[in-house]
């Protein structure tokens, strides 16, 4: 309740109340291994509690926190929030290997020089000639 009605990160729990002493489960994994010998196929679960903050307006809006000299300031929004059910789909579909493994690294290639040469003169000499030619051409024709 502190989270959705306090600003800020001093947020204290109330074990009277009923919170959870630290540390709690906020997502569990678990698998089932293969019986043959009673046709049970492996399989796996994940359950996360977590559902709040997988929202749009959880991952866009800035993060308010208050430093150890009581300033308020705004931090990035939570994004690695969003990595946590696509890492948990990679792994129960069974591809270990793509679990944080970021974007694709794309490689830069460079323009060769006269292809730039050929791109600036079209853009910024031709298109705008063809475009007053057109303007002049429609501009004669309404005189007559």
Do not use: H
């Not at 903050?53 to 929030?81: F, H, M, Q, W």
């Amino acid at each position: 309740m502190q989270f959705q009605t306090s600003e800020g990160s001093y947020i204290s729990p109330d074990y009277a109340a009923g919170d959870l002493p630290v540390p709690f489960d906020l997502a569990v994994a678990a698998t089932r291994a293969e019986d043959k010998e009673n046709g049970i196929k492996p399989s796996r679960i994940v359950v996360m509690t977590v559902g709040a903050s997988l929202t749009d307006g959880y991952l866009d809006r800035e993060i308010p926190v208050r430093d150890a000299k009581g300033t308020l300031s705004l931090a990035d929004p939570p994004r690695a929030n969003a990595d946590l059910p696509i890492n948990s789909i990679y792994w129960l579909i069974g591809r270990q290997g793509l679990v944080a493994s970021g974007p694709v690294q794309a490689t830069m290639r460079e323009i060769p020089p006269t292809l730039k040469t050929v791109l600036v003169i079209a853009y910024c000499v031709a298109l705008p000639l063809i475009v007053l030619a057109v303007g002049g051409l429609v501009m004669y024709r309404r005189k007559r």
